[in-house]
């Protein structure tokens, strides 16, 4: 498998926001999303086996594995990698760009689903199947750009009847819309989701790497 970087840090997003997590960034992506931040992991990394990727987990010594990308499933052996990691007792969580099919992910993974709004320029690359595939336990994410994104996002939560089938995260693209802003119109429609900010980059600045 093509890996960009293995990295520890806190999780910055999703409901394991502040947990110290392995990161696993995977090489390669079929997006290209407006506002990407991981544009590095387009093409940069190294050839690793899957016992290379499970010696430097081991080292790093955290309970919780992230695998991401780029868009980690293109890999063709990270599916093998995921039940690996599962099996030796880590819990590990796949985010996924919505664009490829995750009813073959280990079950006992978590899925963190992202779902691209109209300001990434992606949306009509999704694969809409996969509403059909998630788990109570998966969570599904929206990066709002504007508020044509957030009225987009309430039509799509209701549409597949989402707040009963997953967690809800709601996300403001860093530096293009204001967190308050999203939070306000959370509060007045009572949305069912979560806030979901991304804390290593109020941490560590916006554009740390490995961070």
Not at 52 to 62: F, G, L, M, P, Q
Request: glycine share 6%.
């Amino acid at each position: 498998m093509k890996v960009c970087e293995i990295f520890t840090s806190i999780q910055g997003e999703t409901l394991f926001a502040g947990v110290p997590c392995t990161f696993i960034r995977m090489t390669g992506c079929n997006l290209r999303c407006s506002y990407c931040d991981t544009k590095y992991a387009y093409h940069e990394g190294e050839d690793l086996s899957e016992d290379s990727i499970i010696n430097k987990v081991n080292i790093a010594d955290t309970k919780l594995i992230e695998v991401t990308g780029g868009e980690p499933l293109l890999q063709k052996g990270v599916r093998s990698l995921i039940k690996r990691l599962l099996d030796e007792g880590f819990d590990v969580l796949v985010e996924t760009n919505g664009s490829l099919p995750i009813n073959d992910i280990d079950s006992r993974a978590i899925v963190i689903l992202d779902i691209k709004t109209p300001g990434s320029g992606m949306s009509d690359k999704m694969y809409l199947s996969n509403m059909d595939f998630i788990k109570t336990t998966d969570e599904i994410k929206f990066v709002i750009t504007d508020m044509v994104d957030y009225e987009w996002t309430k039509d799509f939560i209701v549409t597949y009847d989402l707040t009963r089938k997953c967690h809800l995260l709601l996300s403001p693209a860093y530096g293009l819309l204001d967190p308050k802003d999203l939070v306000e119109w959370m509060l007045e429609d009572r949305i069912h989701a979560r806030l979901n900010l991304q804390l290593h980059k109020y941490i560590f600045g916006p554009h740390a790497r490995g961070k």
